[in-house]
């Protein structure tokens, strides 16, 4: 099992940024996906998950109306559009699968390794 993000970088406050997240190896449309990020310090937390088919949507509410993560089954990636970014959005974020969409880091067995996100004031 492979996930792999990018679209990680640098950018200013109220900017903009897309995430991806590339799997291989398993069967995509098995798992629920989500993204969670970290910093130094501080332990992982919960930003957005959606479920196998991709109807069903959940935010952290740090992110809600600013964060939409959506799923393209056809080819095996999820994705994260961030707008309106702000400083306290800096962190590693990281791409997981799990079999539900919950927002417990716990449920998700396979991980990335991870994609910088820095936000300057």
């Known amino acids: 099992v492979r996930l792999v993000e990018s679209g990680g970088g640098l950018v200013q406050t109220g900017g903009s940024l897309r995430l991806s997240c590339a799997a291989s190896?398993?069967?995509?449309?098995?798992?629920?996906m989500a993204w969670f990020r970290q910093t130094p310090g501080k332990d992982r937390e919960f930003v957005a998950t959606?479920?196998?088919?991709?109807?069903?949507?959940s935010y952290a509410d740090s992110v809600k109306g600013r964060f939409t993560i959506f799923r393209n089954n056809a080819n095996s990636t999820v994705h994260l559009q961030m707008n309106s970014l702000r400083p306290e959005d800096t962190a590693v974020y990281y791409c997981a699968s799990g079999g539900v969409a919950t927002a417990t880091l716990r449920h998700y067995a396979y991980w990335g390794p991870g994609t910088q996100v820095s936000v300057s004031a």
């Open positions: 190896g398993i069967r995509f449309t098995a798992y629920a």
């Open positions: 959606v479920s196998r088919s991709g109807e069903t949507t």
